[in-house]
């Protein structure tokens, strides 16, 4: 069974950076297209950026710009680095493959708290 660990959350003022892991077991990350999903208080769960297993990103139009998704296959783990970021992206950043048929249960995610 695939397991996915967030980590990498906490509180920044406005403006600041963070840098978001997530570490995967398997084989299966190396082909696999990954996600960065995020859930902020009375939301819904909302999709931020994606990843393909060559390295091909999207974004949602609010991160464009200010948010970069990566990838190291070597070490299994997908990273989100977080800069000038706003009270809006307050919420708890969570990791999944993109695929439904590859979803794994949802987590506990990473909490990012941008406040001044």
């Known amino acids: 069974q695939v397991q996915l660990v967030e980590s990498g959350g906490g509180l920044v003022q406005p403006g600041g950076s963070l840098r978001l892991s997530c570490a995967t077991s398997?084989?299966?990350?190396?082909?696999?297209?990954m996600a960065w999903y995020r859930q902020a208080p009375g939301k819904e769960r909302e999709l931020v950026a994606t990843?393909?297993?060559?390295?091909?990103?999207v974004y949602v139009d609010s991160v464009k710009g200010r948010f970069t998704i990566s990838r190291d296959n070597a070490k299994n783990t997908l990273y989100l680095q977080m800069n000038s970021l706003k009270p809006a992206d307050t919420a708890v950043y969570y990791c999944n493959f993109l695929v439904d048929s590859l979803k794994r249960s949802w987590g506990q995610g990473t909490q990012v708290t941008v406040s001044s």
């Open positions: 990843i393909t297993s060559a390295g091909s990103t």
């Open positions: 398997g084989s299966i990350f190396r082909f696999s297209t």
